[in-house]
């Protein structure tokens, strides 16, 4: 399916730095709780991410993603998910996180 030029500038994707990253027992499928900062215009946002398979909850501050900030907020488990982590997902489900491949500053957009 097509879309246009103007649908996909309405999907705001920006890079931000995980912050915290624990265990999310509640959730249904094993995942991370997550919060990352987008800088000083968009500030800190929470979320949930399926990335167990592939990363140690440790090794995941400092690091930087991708992630869409501009969808309704969404309610998993007792957790409220404020943006969505963006990854390539493999024939079985893993997920491997979406970056910059050089650090850049927080908040910067994906076009």
Known sequence: MEISWSDFE??????????????????????YKLLIDFG????RRKT?????DLYKKEDLVGHQVVAVINFPKKQIANF???????????????????????????????S
């Open 40 to 43: 000083e215009e968009i500030g």
């Open 48 to 52: 949930s991410a399926q990335i167990t």
């Open 80 to 110: 409220m998910s404020e943006c969505l982590v963006l990854g390539a997902v493999g024939a079985k489900k893993e997920v491997t996180l979406l970056h910059p491949g050089l650090k850049v500053k927080n908040g910067l957009r994906i």
């Open 10 to 31: 309405k999907v705001q994707m920006h890079v931000g730095t995980i912050l915290e990253a624990e265990d999310f027992p509640e959730a249904r499928i094993p995942a």
